[in-house]
């Protein structure tokens, strides 16, 4: 086994690693180790982006959803959640709002809502490209047919984030329902590559029953499917949600997972998470020290943001997006990068 620095040097080098080398790495974190992964991933990062920072505007447009995610808030069985749908017109002036503050991406995010059919989100997404040529529709919206991908794309979207939340089977199986499944999970990602979508997946840090060799499985598993975008952040509990008691993900192991990802693919668009930012009041600045170059404001109503309550405590919720964006660009220069304007395309090695 090579020594822990070289581990690292030879991730850097090969690009890989195998699952005994990941777990090793992850087993022996200290602050040194960190210290050096996250120098490495910094300088990576502005290898390839600069010290331009992506910005995508979030659309949180419904908090309906069929499933169960033990750990979500917005899980179906949650009765405390306060139940909101945007319609068209709203998520169109989001739309609008965002493009005059700089938004070239879109994303809309939501739990799976049968409501959204492919015909209204088809009519949706169609016209946000007609009125926006120029920008970017992601969608996050859980998991769906390949047929309803297909025309979903067909209308315009551009990208699709689906986190595969956990790579190992087993404990897929302890964070959901019995009807959810990796396999399906999985299956819907490769739909999505294939049909044409530059993809994002990701997972939590500190999940319940997560080890580091779920861990390795989940850095092997996006090396594999070679996404355009991964997002990460720490796991953390919501109190209305069997997962409460639970403890939240530590913030230096994200920042390791991130520097881990910015070295293991240099060129891949890596979002500092709002969870991140949640559990420590600069961890999207820290985020993005680590190797990030993403960031996702909300640009969601200010009346629905408290709504979309994934975990507890989700910071800026009672920010307008002006204010929001605002804020994020001060965070950004305080640490020496920029926010730019620009849809920010996943392109191979060409930045
Ligand atoms: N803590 C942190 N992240 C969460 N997500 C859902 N619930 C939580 C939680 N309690 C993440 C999931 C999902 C994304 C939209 O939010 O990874 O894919
Ligand atoms: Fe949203 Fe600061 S980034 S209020």
């Known amino acids: 086994m090579l020594k822990l620095y070289e581990t690292i040097d030879k991730l850097e080098a090969d690009g890989k690693l195998n699952k005994e080398e990941f777990v090793y790495l992850l087993n022996n974190m200290s602050d040194s180790l960190s210290r050096y992964a996250i120098e490495k991933a910094r300088k990576k990062s502005l290898a390839y982006f600069g010290n331009r920072i992506y910005i995508r505007g979030l659309i949180e447009i419904s908090n309906y959803c069929k499933n169960d995610c033990y750990y979500c808030g917005i899980r179906k069985s949650n009765r405390n959640a306060r139940r909101y749908r945007l319609s068209k017109e709203e998520i169109l002036s989001c739309c609008r709002l965002g493009y005059d503050l700089g938004f070239r991406t879109f994303v809309l995010q939501g739990g799976e809502d049968p409501y959204f059919t492919d015909d209204i989100l088809s009519d949706i997404i169609s016209e946000i490209k007609k009125r926006y040529p ?13 047929e309803s991908y297909k025309r979903l794309f067909d209308a315009g979207a551009d990208r699709y984030l689906l986190r595969h939340e956990t790579a190992n089977e087993a404990h897929y199986r302890k964070l959901h329902p019995e009807n959810q499944s990796l396999k399906n999970r999985k299956e819907c990602l490769k739909a999505l590559k294939e049909i044409g979508y530059q993809t994002g997946t990701g997972f939590m840090v500190g999940s319940p029953w997560q080890t580091n060799e779920h861990l390795a499985e989940d850095l092997l598993y996006i090396r594999e499917l070679s996404p355009a975008m991964v997002g990460i952040g720490p796991f953390i509990p919501h109190s209305d949600t069997i997962f409460a008691g639970k403890e939240q993900g530590s913030l230096e192991k994200t920042l390791f997972l991130l520097a881990l990802l910015r070295i293991m693919m240099p060129d891949v668009l890596l979002p500092s998470t709002t969870a991140l930012g949640t559990i420590h009041p600069k961890g999207r600045e820290l985020g993005i020290l680590a190797g990030a170059n993403v960031v996702m404001p909300n ?4 009346y629905v943001r408290d709504k979309y309550m994934l975990y507890d405590n989700k910071i800026c919720t009672g920010d307008e997006a002006a204010e929001c964006i605002a804020c994020m660009k001060r965070r950004m220069e305080s640490i020496g990068y920029e926010i730019v304007v620009d849809r920010g395309d996943y392109k191979k090695g060409v930045f």
């Open 134 to 146: 120029d920008c970017a529709v992601t969608l996050s919206l859980g998991e769906r047919s390949r």
């Open 299 to 302: 640009l969601s109503p200010v």
